[in-house]
């Protein structure tokens, strides 16, 4: 059974600093892993998405790698802002239109 | 991108009522939908997996006959939650996939709905 931990479970940073939000997988037969946001009390948006066979992903101020064989992944983001508030999930799905399982997410605080 | 509805957004009922939520695909045909529950300051957990046209795919511990799931077309899934309970307060929400976005598979999230259970 697949597992998803996240690692910290709750970041509080200061503006205008780097960071990093850490994910790792039991199960490193993954056909893809993503990175979602998820504002309070809302739905998810999706932030990154990496197959399998790809190394990173960047998108403006936010960049993903995955590391299957050691079944990690890490979202970085860059100069911090208190925009960026927000609970940050991954999920690894094993197949095409199979199920995403998620992480329990890392809670992140920028402070202005 | 593509866009994912859920209606309503949140809903209060009584206990032992029946509650009935939507999930629609807006600018694309949606082959399958997951239905996900979120408890507070959890993460999401899978509930059920609905293809068009046929019947949903239960995730185990998920009662198949308090959850009820219909995806009639290929636009609209709709979870029933039948003689709701205040344990059944949650957040639920809908993913749906064309299973052709550039062949990523890409599962669109609608924004939710929360329930409270009285």
């Known amino acids: 059974k697949q597992e998803v931990t996240q690692i910290p479970a709750a970041l509080s940073v200061p503006e205008g600093e780097n960071l990093v939000l850490n994910c790792s997988f039991t199960?490193?037969?993954?056909?893809?892993l993503q990175w979602f946001r998820q504002d309070p009390g809302k739905g998810l948006t999706s932030l990154l998405l990496i197959q399998s066979s790809q190394r990173e992903q960047t998108s403006g101020r936010l960049n993903a790698s995955l590391d299957k064989s050691s079944g990690r992944s890490t979202l970085y983001i860059a100069a911090s802002q208190p925009g960026d508030s927000a609970t940050y999930l991954c999920a690894v799905t094993r197949g095409a239109l199979s199920r995403l399982t998620f992480g329990e997410g890392t809670q992140l605080t920028v402070n202005p | 991108g593509a866009v994912v509805s859920q209606h309503p957004s949140w809903v209060i009922c009584k206990s032992g009522t029946s509650v009935k939520i939507e999930c629609r695909s807006l600018?694309?045909?949606?082959?399958?939908m997951f239905w996900y529950r979120q408890f507070p300051k959890q993460s999401l957990m899978l509930m059920a997996t609905s293809n068009e046209g046929s019947k949903a795919t239960y995730e185990q511990g998920v009662e198949k006959d308090k959850f009820l799931i219909n995806h009639a077309s290929l636009t609209l899934s709709t979870l029933t939650v039948t003689s709701a309970h205040p344990e059944d307060s949650s957040f639920y929400i809908c993913?749906?996939?064309?299973?052709?976005?550039?062949?990523?598979?890409?599962?669109?999230f609608g924004p939710g709905t929360r329930l409270t259970v009285l």
């Open positions: 199960d490193s037969a993954i056909y893809n």
């Open positions: 993913s749906a996939s064309s299973g052709s976005d550039l062949g990523t598979d890409t599962q669109y």
């Open positions: 600018d694309f045909q949606a082959t399958t």
